[in-house]
């Protein structure tokens, strides 16, 4: 079985300040993680991966992310936030080893960026 | 241009009265998922194809039905929507390649009345 845990419903921090949004995982086989971002009444938007090699990936808006196999984590940075970050964050998963299609998603990690 | 559309945006449906939520993609990607959102928690796989190859989860109920004639277009159909199936739907593609990210559509509100 393959899991995601956001520890945080909600990040606060102040626009200029760096954030971190936190995730952790559980897959049987080899990771493959995804970060999504999704604003009021919308879908889905994806931001970034992480399937193999350097750890850092870097993605949409300024976003990156590190993964940390010893951790089994995938956190969600960006070095300056900005307002309009503001929206809601999943972490997902999927099993690279035999766990198919299936795409499982965290329960989301509401971030607010403050003036 | 939008790849993954769903129809329609919003629907309103009486209590038991079978509805169909449809999506589309221009991506010709071989998997097509649905998911089921409620009130900004995570979304919930109900189920998904690969190709025509139809795979349910284990607690999807059997409420739920889906539909995929074609590589473009899947249907997800509620026999008899009860109150506590108003939510989000979402519908995404993705490549048959695991290390692919999933494209999703703007989605579907249903509300029960």
């Known amino acids: 079985a393959q899991s995601v845990a956001q520890p945080e419903d909600q990040v606060n921090v102040a626009e200029g300040n760096p954030l971190t949004v936190k995730c952790t995982y559980s897959v049987s086989g080899n990771p493959y993680l995804f970060w999504y971002v999704q604003y009021p009444n919308r879908g889905l938007q994806f931001l970034l991966k992480y399937i193999t090699g350097d750890n850092l990936v870097k993605g949409s808006y300024g976003f990156e992310a590190e993964f940390n196999k010893s951790q089994t984590s995938f956190h969600l940075k960006k070095p300056s936030a900005l307002v309009s970050d503001s929206a809601l964050y999943f972490c997902?998963?999927?099993?690279?080893?035999?766990?198919?299609?299936?795409?499982?998603f965290g329960t989301g990690t509401q971030l607010k960026v403050e003036l | 241009d939008a790849m993954v559309i769903q129809n329609p945006r919003y629907q309103v449906t009486q209590f038991g009265k079978p509805v169909t939520l449809s999506c589309s993609q221009t991506?010709?990607?071989?998997?097509m998922y649905w998911y089921q959102q409620k009130s900004s928690q995570a979304p919930k796989l109900l189920f998904h194809y690969y190709d025509k190859d139809f795979n349910n989860e284990a607690d999807t109920p059997d409420n739920f039905q889906s539909r995929r004639p074609n590589t473009s277009f899947c249907f997800l159909d509620i026999r008899s929507p009860g109150l506590g199936d108003a939510a989000m739907y979402l519908c995404?593609?993705?490549?048959?390649?695991?290390?692919?990210?999933?494209?999703f559509g703007q989605g579907t509100r249903l509300t029960v009345v």
């Open positions: 995404a593609t993705s490549r048959s390649a695991l290390n692919t990210e999933a494209f």
């Open positions: 991506l010709n990607h071989n998997v």
């Open positions: 997902a998963v999927r099993d690279g080893t035999g766990g198919g299609n299936k795409l499982t």
